[in-house]
């Protein structure tokens, strides 16, 4: 793997991450939206369940039925807003997390931080020359680099 395919496995991990949180947002924005909405029709049977009885009350007879089956409604109600509250509060503890790394030998090329530019010619022993036109390291004795053929005595 070259060391632009690694940029792209980097840009991949990115995409997937901003696909995460935008799915995240979408869920939890649509869960707030149905706790909402089913609060909302709880308040109302609460509010429809208070009127029966007051107009019961009022009427001075109580319609056990009728009671029983607006408190089966909110009962149904209740369980359902706290289950989506669950479902919510458990996506938004949701983390992104990095895809495993890649099973195999372990990359052989340098990141472009810690690059290192080729080492710097070693200088010459005292038993060896340098070549003044192409820097080939030779024994001190050569009259001509063996590499580009410069007379070096
Ligand atoms: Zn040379």
Redesign the pocket.
């Given at each position: 793997m070259g060391f632009f395919d690694q940029i792209g496995k980097q840009i991949s991990q990115g995409v997937d991450r901003a696909k995460f949180e935008a799915e995240k947002f979408q869920t939890t924005t649509r869960l707030q939206g149905e706790v909402n909405e089913f609060r909302r029709q709880l308040d109302a049977k609460l509010g429809e369940l208070g009127q029966r009885a007051y107009e019961l009350q009022r009427a001075g007879q109580i319609n056990s039925a009728t009671l029983a089956e607006l408190a089966q409604a909110v009962d149904q109600l209740r369980a359902t807003v706290l289950a989506k509250e669950e479902e919510l509060k458990s996506t938004q503890a949701d983390v992104f997390v990095e895809p495993p790394p890649v099973v195999g030998p372990p990359p052989v090329h340098p990141a472009p931080s810690t690059y290192a530019a080729p080492a710097a010619p070693t200088p010459a022993t005292p038993s060896q020359k340098l070549?003044?036109?192409?820097?080939?390291q030779?024994p001190f004795t050569a009259m001509f680099?063996?590499?580009?053929?410069?007379r070096?005595a």
């Open positions: 070549c003044t036109v192409c820097n080939f030779m680099c063996p590499n580009c053929g410069t070096v």
